[in-house]
């Protein structure tokens, strides 16, 4: 292990790989020495949500990216909410690369209405996306990361939105707080075989769904809710590039954050205090 390359001769597992912050972590990992295991939908997820969903030739993009790092990867169409598949991905990458090190459960989705307003539809595929999904994501990996007896890193990408309020997604906070909750009690149970678990708080990210224009009708009907969304505390020209928060996942998964477990770690430029 060199120290730029502190996840040499590791394999890191990311959901949602096809693009965004998903296929940024991908490669990040990659360069850290990782050998990568992603899955992607590359598809509709919804019947609610208002921006473009991934392709195919996103996740071979990614592919692309991460083969010229020099390490291998294995990509495949997967849903989250396939138990049993996210099962047949993981025991396919302990075949093939005999250790599981890092879990990155980046896959998620956003949609936006009154939480009395939405169809029920709507909930629940919020809920079996982002939350379900990271479960799915933990029964799949943690039997196998205690069976390879190597420790390891856990990283759940929750959101602000899974700490603090966010007015118009009711349903997208409640799936996020999950995450943490699971998160949190996981961290619990599998710290005895050396298995940290921490969560990863965006706001405001450079992506499909960070630039998903749906919101603004939102914003538009009940103007008032903007005062909920803070400038943050550093200077904001932009949104926040994906490779950004990628060293922020990077260093959950080296040994630079053994100390931390049970840990929400904020990547908001300061939104969550303002
Ligand atoms: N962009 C932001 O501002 C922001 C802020 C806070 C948290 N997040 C979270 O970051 C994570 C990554 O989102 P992003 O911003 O990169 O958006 P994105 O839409 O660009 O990427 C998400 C990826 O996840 C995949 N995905 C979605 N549902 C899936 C499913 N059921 N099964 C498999 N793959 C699925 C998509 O196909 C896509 O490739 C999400 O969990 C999101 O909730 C994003």
């Excluded at 996020?176 to 940290?196: D, Q, T």
Aim: hydrophobic share 40%; glycine share 10%; aromatic share 6%.
């Amino acid at each position: 292990m060199t120290s730029d390359r502190p996840l040499e001769g590791k394999v890191a597992y990311v959901t949602g790989g096809a693009r965004g912050q998903g296929r940024a972590h991908c490669v990040r990992l990659a360069q850290a020495g990782a050998d990568i295991v992603t899955i992607d939908a590359c598809g509709p997820v919804g019947n609610h949500i208002g921006y473009e969903p991934s392709t195919p030739e996103d996740l071979a993009d990614t592919v692309r990216l991460v083969e010229d790092e020099g390490v291998k990867i294995s990509a495949g169409r997967v849903d989250v909410r396939d138990h049993d598949g996210q099962k047949r991905v993981i025991a396919s990458a302990i075949e093939q690369f005999g250790r599981l090190d890092v879990v990155v459960a980046n896959a998620g989705v956003m949609s936006w209405g009154r939480a009395w307003e939405i169809p029920q539809e709507q909930w629940q595929e919020i809920i079996d996306v982002n939350l379900t999904g990271f479960f799915n994501t933990v029964q799949a990996c943690v039997p196998a990361m205690i069976e390879a007896g190597n420790g390891g890193s856990i990283i759940a990408i929750s959101s602000s939105a899974g700490i603090k309020a966010v007015p118009g997604a009711g349903h997208y906070c409640a799936s996020k707080f999950g995450v943490v909750g699971l998160a949190n009690s996981l961290a619990l149970e599998v710290g005895e075989y050396g298995i940290r678990v921490n969560s990863v708080h965006t706001y405001g990210v450079d992506t499909a769904l960070g630039n998903d224009l749906s919101m603004y009708s939102t914003f538009e009907k009940h103007p008032h809710y903007v005062y909920s969304f803070s400038p943050g505390a550093l200077p904001t020209e932009s949104l926040i590039a994906p490779n950004q928060v990628s060293e922020v996942v990077l260093f959950l998964a080296s040994d630079a954050s053994a100390l931390l477990t049970a840990a929400q770690i904020p990547a908001d430029k300061g939104y969550m205090k303002v």
